[in-house]
């Protein structure tokens, strides 16, 4: 068994390529299978040396490696071969209306009340047309030439899928500067490649009746694939996602601090009739099964992501959270805050709370409860009854008790209205801090 993730680097990659990424790498690990990485870099007008370095990056941040690599555009070579096969045997034919013709041509047939497919003219080209029309300095482009049927296949997530190919133009495969579409390096690679598994978004549907049809006439076996096609993960609102517009990348999810295994762990359960929870790579491959992915597009949903992430942050061992952490940081200060982030960009903040400066906002109402707690400050040594101690004293001077003690000193500490236990964090922060804190707070 062998699967592939076949980006093209045209741009970062989203959680929704991510989604087919995992589902690739989760299947072929799952059943002792190969993975492979593709990077399909036929649109040289389009990609870039830039994205397929943040595809491998992105990737390996993730977890998800691959035991091969290979690049369309090193089999140039291998798909000329091909490409001369298909001509020969009448299969690519060569094409040489313009686009304003074929335009033409469309409107027409739409006006006629029929479907705008490309009606085969440059089939019925004799020799000498073609031969006219190159002296005349024309450079075909070429179409493959579907069959007339449909073509069947049972998918792994979407039942069983018919494409009929009499309802398809026939695809031109290599362009007018004799570049090849990706429609057909795809299946040469597949083939050469030995992949049994095609796991992709669901926008490919048409294209694997296509594929099928190619394969077909390439010598491949029928059934010689099997398929998957997953449903597109859609924006909260139920949008479209693009690697051109860097819509929930996965670069700016790694920039706000997002633990990879989180994402990885959602974009398995997403769209799935399993819940989404925090897994180790061990327990998401053990438990992944593509017969448990839903028909209908996924939503991403960023709050359910932030409430794993807060669970993976809580789990995470002090020394795997290090490399997110100040050098300085103690495992008493991951303890203290490691069940209060969503997001390991939020660490920061706290240690500055606990080691460094904040601004504390204004709480004039609060003033004279603020010298209060000033003054009920228990002096140093500190100790374990220092919290309690000091939280008495203030109930006794102020009178309060309650969320009308507990806020203001929260606030005026720590300059958030939540966050870890106020009894750890006055441990962290020490005498001397906790007093020019107050004092801050006193005159903010
Ligand atoms: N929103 C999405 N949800 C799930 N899968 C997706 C989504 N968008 C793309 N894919 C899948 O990601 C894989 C990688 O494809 P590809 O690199 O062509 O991405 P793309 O986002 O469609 O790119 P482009 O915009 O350059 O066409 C394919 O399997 C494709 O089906």
Not at 1 to 26: C, D, E, I, W
Not at 218 to 243: C, E, I, N, V
Not at 372 to 378: E, G, R, Y
Request: charged fraction near 30%; include cysteine.
């Amino acid at each position: 068994m062998k699967l592939r993730f076949a980006p093209s680097p045209t741009g970062y990659l989203h959680v929704g390529n991510a989604r087919q990424a995992v589902a690739n790498f989760l299947y072929a690990r799952r059943h002792g299978g190969r993975f492979l990485l593709r990077i399909d870099d036929t649109d040289t007008a389009r990609s870039k040396p830039e994205y397929e370095d943040a595809i491998r990056r992105d990737l390996k941040w993730l977890g998800l490696d691959w035991d091969e690599e290979a690049r369309q555009s090193e089999r140039m070579g291998r798909y000329a071969e091909v490409i001369e096969k298909l001509k020969a045997s009448g299969r690519l034919y060569p094409c040489f209306e313009s686009e304003q013709e074929l335009n033409a041509k469309r409107e027409m047939r739409i006006k006629a009340g029929k479907p705008p497919l490309y009606d085969r003219a440059m089939l019925k080209l004799t020799p000498d047309q073609r031969a006219r029309a190159e002296a005349n300095g024309k450079v075909p482009y070429w179409r493959f030439r579907l069959t007339d049927g449909s073509r069947k296949w049972r998918d792994l997530v979407m039942g069983d899928c018919s494409v009929k190919l009499t309802a398809i133009s026939d695809p031109v495969l290599i362009r007018v500067d004799g570049t090849i579409l990706y429609t057909l390096a795809s299946v040469i690679d597949d083939l050469d490649m030995g992949i049994t598994h095609v796991v992709r978004g669901e926008d490919h549907v048409t294209n694997t009746g296509v594929q099928i049809d190619i394969a077909d006439a390439l010598g491949a076996k029928p059934d010689r694939f099997t398929f998957a096609h997953l449903p597109l993960l859609l924006d909260s609102d139920g949008g479209k996602l693009s690697k051109r517009f860097d819509s929930l990348g996965l670069k700016s999810l790694r920039a706000d601090g997002i633990e990879p295994m989180t994402i990885v762990s959602y974009l398995a359960r997403v769209g799935t009739s399993d819940d989404p929870e925090v897994m180790t790579m061990e327990e998401a491959i053990a438990s992944y099964d593509l017969s448990h992915v839903s028909k209908s597009a996924a939503r991403f949903d960023m709050r359910q992501l932030l409430a794993l992430n807060r669970r993976a942050l809580h789990n995470l061992p002090f020394e795997v959270a290090r490399e997110h952490l100040p050098p300085e940081a103690t495992e008493d200060f991951w303890n203290a805050v490691r069940g209060n982030v969503d997001l390991t960009a939020e660490i920061p903040h706290w240690w500055d709370v606990t080691q460094g400066t904040i601004i504390p906002p204004s709480q004039p109402d609060d003033r004279v409860f603020l010298q209060q707690a000033l003054d009920t400050l228990p002096s140093e040594p500190w100790g374990e009854t220092t919290w309690t101690d000091w939280v008495n004293a203030l109930k006794a001077a102020s009178g309060r008790k309650g969320k009308a003690l507990f806020m203001p000193l929260r606030l005026a500490l720590t300059g958030e209205d939540s966050g870890p236990d106020l009894h750890t964090l006055l441990g962290l922060m020490g005498h001397a801090r906790t007093v020019t804190r107050l004092k801050d707070a006193i005159h903010a």
